[in-house]
């Protein structure tokens, strides 16, 4: 018998090459074919390991889920953007590298960041997925998200409709 170790934990500058090839590999199955081509190379390029590095140096709401020493997936998270919105905390970004994705872990790393917002004091959780991103809208669904609204998002030339899931 095998017996795997997944530490969920708070980042620190050390992860940024992992989170970002997480956030490269992510993006691009994610977003590929939903956000413009180009405009999705940009917004994947500018996010390097300098870019995390240098968000790690000011900020501490970064979680990374941390499998066998290899960064399997992070979230970001912190006060909800959106005032019109009656939740405090919001998880900005949570991500997978998809060869970790439909296992549970994309599951154990969203409760993770809804205690770390609970321990900051920020109650109540707001998350936006794009709606095209059919696994995104599926994945807040099945944790119970209620749909409370939807906007929409420029990339580039184009729109597209973003959705707000909320958890009391």
Same mark, same amino acid.
């Given at each position: 018998?095998? @017996?795997? @170790?997944?530490?969920?934990?708070?980042?620190?500058?050390?992860?940024?090459?992992?989170?970002?090839?997480?956030?490269?590999?992510?993006w691009?199955?994610a977003?590929?074919?939903?956000?413009?081509?180009?405009?999705?190379?940009?917004?994947?390029?500018?996010?390097?390991?300098?870019?995390?590095?240098?968000?790690?140096?000011?900020s501490?709401?970064?979680?990374?889920?941390?499998?066998?020493?290899?960064?399997?997936g992070?979230?970001?998270?912190?006060?909800?953007?959106?005032?019109?919105?009656?939740?405090?905390?919001?998880?900005?970004e949570?991500?997978?590298?998809?060869?970790?994705?439909?296992?549970g872990?994309?599951?154990r790393?969203?409760?993770?960041?809804?205690?770390?917002l609970?321990?900051a004091g920020?109650?109540?959780?707001l998350?936006?997925?794009?709606a095209?991103?059919?696994?995104?809208?599926?994945?807040?669904?099945?944790?119970?998200?209620?749909?409370?609204?939807?906007?929409?998002?420029?990339?580039?030339?184009e729109r597209?409709?973003?959705?707000?899931?909320?958890w009391?």
């Amino acid at each position: 018998m095998t @017996t795997r @170790t997944i530490h969920i934990r708070h980042a620190d500058e050390r992860d940024a090459e992992g989170i970002s090839l997480v956030h490269d590999a992510a993006w691009t199955e994610a977003y590929r074919g939903i956000i413009p081509g180009g405009e999705l190379n940009r917004m994947i390029a500018r996010r390097g390991p300098h870019w995390w590095q240098s968000g790690l140096k000011r900020s501490k709401r970064v979680l990374v889920l941390d499998f066998e020493g290899k960064i399997a997936g992070y979230a970001t998270y912190g006060a909800n953007r959106a005032p019109s919105f009656p939740y405090s905390g919001e998880i900005f970004e949570l991500y997978l590298a998809p060869e970790y994705q439909g296992l549970g872990l994309g599951g154990r790393l969203f409760r993770a960041a809804r205690r770390a917002l609970n321990d900051a004091g920020l109650n109540g959780t707001l998350v936006w997925v794009l709606a095209e991103n059919e696994r995104g809208v599926s994945f807040y669904s099945q944790l119970g998200g209620a749909l409370i609204g939807s906007t929409e998002e420029r990339f580039g030339s184009e729109r597209r409709e973003r959705l707000a899931f909320g958890w009391v």
